[in-house]
C-alpha cells in the first residue's frame, strides 16, 4: 500500500483501485503535521505553566483549594477522551481546540514541577526527553520491524504502573518508587516508537473517498499521542533527575 490519504477519488483502472485526483498527503505529510500540532501543544503546555506559576492568583486559585486540581484533573481526562473516542463524529476544526484546550489545563497542573524542582533541572529534563523522543519516533517511523505486538504488552505495563503508583502513595517506599521511575521510562520510550508507527499504519492504511478532512483527524489524534509520550516521558526522566541531585 502506498503512503498516501487518498481525497477526492477517481477510479484507476490500471490500479484497479480508486487514486487521488486532485492531491495526496503522504506519510511525510502527515507526521509534519502531527509534529506541528504537537509543538504547538508544548509551548501552549509550557506558556501556561509558566504563567501560573508566575501570578499569584492563579496559584491561590489552583493550590489554594484542593477541589480545583480535581476539577482540572477530570477536565482533562474528559478532554482526552472526547477527542480519542470522538475523532470521527468530531469535525477537524472542534478536535484541534479541545486538543489544545487540553494542553493549556495541562500546563495548570504541571506547574507543580516548579515548587519540587530546580528550573536547572526541569531544562535539562527537557532537552533529555526532547533527544530520547526524537530518536524512539524516528525509530518508529522508519524501522521495518513490526512493533504491532508492542501494543498490548506496553499497555498492560502501562496498567500495572499505574497500579503501582497508587500503591506506594500509601507504602512510600522510596526503592520501590525508583523502580517505578525506571519502568515508566522505559514504557514510554516504548510508546514513541510505537504511536508512530501506529501513525504510519493509520495514513497508509485510509481510503478516503471525498473527505479531506481525514489527514486533519490522523495529525490530531496522532499529535495527542505523541504529546501524551512526550509529557510522561519528561515526568519520568524529571524524577530520575531531581531524584539524583537530592
Same mark, same amino acid.
Given at each position: 500500500?502506498?503512503?498516501?490519504?487518498?481525497?477526492?477519488?477517481?477510479?484507476?483502472?490500471?490500479?484497479?483501485?480508486?487514486?487521488?485526483?486532485?492531491?495526496?498527503?503522504?506519510?511525510?505529510?502527515?507526521?509534519?503535521?502531527?509534529?506541528?500540532?504537537? *509543538? %504547538?501543544?508544548? #509551548? $501552549?503546555?509550557?506558556?501556561?505553566?509558566? /504563567? @501560573?506559576? +508566575? &501570578?499569584?492568583?492563579?496559584?491561590?486559585?489552583?493550590?489554594?483549594?484542593?477541589?480545583?486540581?480535581?476539577?482540572?484533573?477530570?477536565?482533562?481526562?474528559?478532554?482526552?477522551?472526547?477527542?480519542?473516542?470522538?475523532?470521527?463524529?468530531?469535525?477537524?476544526?472542534?478536535? *484541534? %481546540?479541545?486538543? #489544545? $484546550?487540553?494542553?493549556?489545563?495541562?500546563? /495548570? @497542573?504541571? +506547574? &507543580?514541577?516548579?515548587?519540587?524542582?530546580?528550573?536547572?533541572?526541569?531544562?535539562?529534563?527537557?532537552?533529555?526527553?526532547?533527544?530520547?523522543?526524537?530518536?524512539?519516533?524516528?525509530?518508529?517511523?522508519?524501522?521495518?520491524?513490526?512493533?504491532?505486538?508492542?501494543?498490548?504488552?506496553?499497555?498492560?505495563? $502501562?496498567?500495572?504502573?499505574?497500579?503501582?503508583?497508587?500503591?506506594?502513595?500509601?507504602?512510600?517506599?522510596?526503592?520501590?518508587?525508583?523502580?517505578?521511575?525506571?519502568?515508566?521510562?522505559?514504557?514510554?520510550?516504548?510508546?514513541?516508537?510505537?504511536?508512530?508507527?501506529?501513525?504510519?499504519?493509520?495514513?497508509?492504511?485510509?481510503?478516503?473517498?471525498?473527505?479531506?478532512?481525514?489527514?486533519?483527524?490522523?495529525?490530531?489524534?496522532?499529535?495527542?499521542?505523541?504529546?501524551?509520550?512526550?509529557?510522561?516521558?519528561?515526568?519520568?526522566?524529571?524524577?530520575?533527575?531531581?531524584?539524583?541531585?537530592?
Amino acid at each position: 500500500m502506498k503512503d498516501y490519504i487518498e481525497i477526492n477519488d477517481n477510479y484507476d483502472r490500471g490500479e484497479g483501485r480508486y487514486v487521488s485526483s486532485s492531491r495526496s498527503i503522504g506519510f511525510s505529510g502527515v507526521m509534519s503535521r502531527v509534529y506541528l500540532w504537537m *509543538t %504547538a501543544a508544548l #509551548l $501552549l503546555t509550557a506558556a501556561s505553566a509558566y /504563567l @501560573t506559576i +508566575s &501570578s499569584p492568583t492563579m496559584l491561590q486559585l489552583i493550590y489554594g483549594n484542593s477541589a480545583a486540581i480535581w476539577v482540572l484533573c477530570i477536565a482533562e481526562l474528559a478532554l482526552v477522551m472526547g477527542v480519542s473516542w470522538g475523532i470521527n463524529r468530531l469535525s477537524p476544526t472542534m478536535a *484541534t %481546540a479541545l486538543f #489544545l $484546550l487540553y494542553s493549556v489545563l495541562n500546563g /495548570l @497542573t504541571l +506547574s &507543580s514541577i516548579f515548587f519540587a524542582y530546580s528550573t536547572g533541572t526541569i531544562y535539562q529534563a527537557f532537552a533529555a526527553s526532547a533527544l530520547t523522543f526524537g530518536a524512539m519516533s524516528l525509530f518508529g517511523a522508519t524501522t521495518k520491524r513490526d512493533l504491532s505486538g508492542l501494543g498490548g504488552i506496553l499497555l498492560m505495563a $502501562l496498567i500495572g504502573l499505574i497500579i503501582a503508583s497508587v500503591i506506594n502513595i500509601f507504602w512510600a517506599n522510596s526503592t520501590f518508587d525508583v523502580i517505578i521511575t525506571y519502568v515508566g521510562v522505559f514504557i514510554f520510550v516504548g510508546l514513541t516508537a510505537y504511536d508512530t508507527q501506529k501513525i504510519k499504519a493509520m495514513s497508509e492504511a485510509a481510503e478516503v473517498y471525498g473527505d479531506a478532512a481525514a489527514p486533519r483527524r490522523v495529525a490530531i489524534l496522532g499529535a495527542l499521542s505523541l504529546y501524551l509520550d512526550f509529557i510522561n516521558l519528561f515526568l519520568y526522566i524529571l524524577r530520575l533527575m531531581g531524584r539524583s541531585r537530592d
